[in-house]
């Protein structure tokens, strides 16, 4: 029988840019590109960070969760000049859910629409998945947006979904969004 578990590349490459697996490396240019800025994280579920311990902390779980398989994680960073400019997951859970962030020098040019393909053609060649999906704040415009122009459907607002601690103390509400295959993967 095929393996129908998820099986992730290590590594992506894109007309512009190259995603490829955490290492313990990256924590210092995670903490500069991203994870301090309170505008990036404003709709995450997690707080900005505070200093280098917290991004370390971050890649050990993203290198523990690829091992365990609980999710994928894959940093983005631009082929020309090789600069890291976000992140991108996938998650094995009703199919495949996905998260996704850019440095905010980033925003508005296509960077994350070039990723999120790459990562949702990969996902629907796990034979088991037949549904790629995300969750968003309902006041992340920009990420809304994103998922729209990128096929996504809207299905509805989750309520009380997810806590973006940097919003409210309160789980937010959360449109759902997912692009689905009719198909069986052919081999
Ligand atoms: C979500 C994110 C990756 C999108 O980046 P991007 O693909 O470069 O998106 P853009 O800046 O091109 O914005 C996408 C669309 O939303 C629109 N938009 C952006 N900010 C907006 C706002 N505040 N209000 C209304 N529309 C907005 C843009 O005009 C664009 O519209 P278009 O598709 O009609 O041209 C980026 O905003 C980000 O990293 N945000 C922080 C992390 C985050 O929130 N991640 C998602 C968690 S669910």
New binding site residues.
């Given amino acids: 029988m095929r393996e129908s578990r998820a099986i992730p590349p290590e590594s992506f490459a894109t007309a512009r840019l190259v995603l490829r697996e955490a290492r313990p490396e990256d924590a210092p240019l995670i903490f500069a590109a ?1 994870a301090q800025d309170p ?6 579920t997690f707080r900005p960070h505070r200093d280098l311990k917290d991004a370390h902390e971050a890649v050990r779980r993203f290198i523990e969760n690829w091992r365990s398989g609980k999710s994928f994680c894959w940093l983005i960073f631009r082929r020309d000049p090789g600069d890291l400019i ?1 992140a991108i997951s996938a998650r094995p859970d009703q199919g495949m859910n996905l ?6 020098p ?8 070039e990723a999120l393909e790459a990562i949702v053609e990969w996902a629907f060649t796990v034979p088991s998945v037949f549904r790629v999906w ?4 309902v006041e ?7 998922l ?2 990128n096929g996504f459907h809207q299905e509805g607002v989750l309520k009380k979904w997810s806590l973006h601690p940097n919003v409210s103390d309160i789980p937010r509400d ?1 449109y759902c969004y997912a692009r689905t295959r009719a198909k069986r993967v052919q081999f």
Avoid: I
């Fill in positions: 991203y505008e990036v994280t404003r709709y995450l976000g998260g996704y962030l850019l440095a905010r980033f925003w508005g040019q296509d960077f994350m629409s995300a969750v968003c704040d992340n415009a920009a990420s809304a947006r994103l729209e122009r959360c």
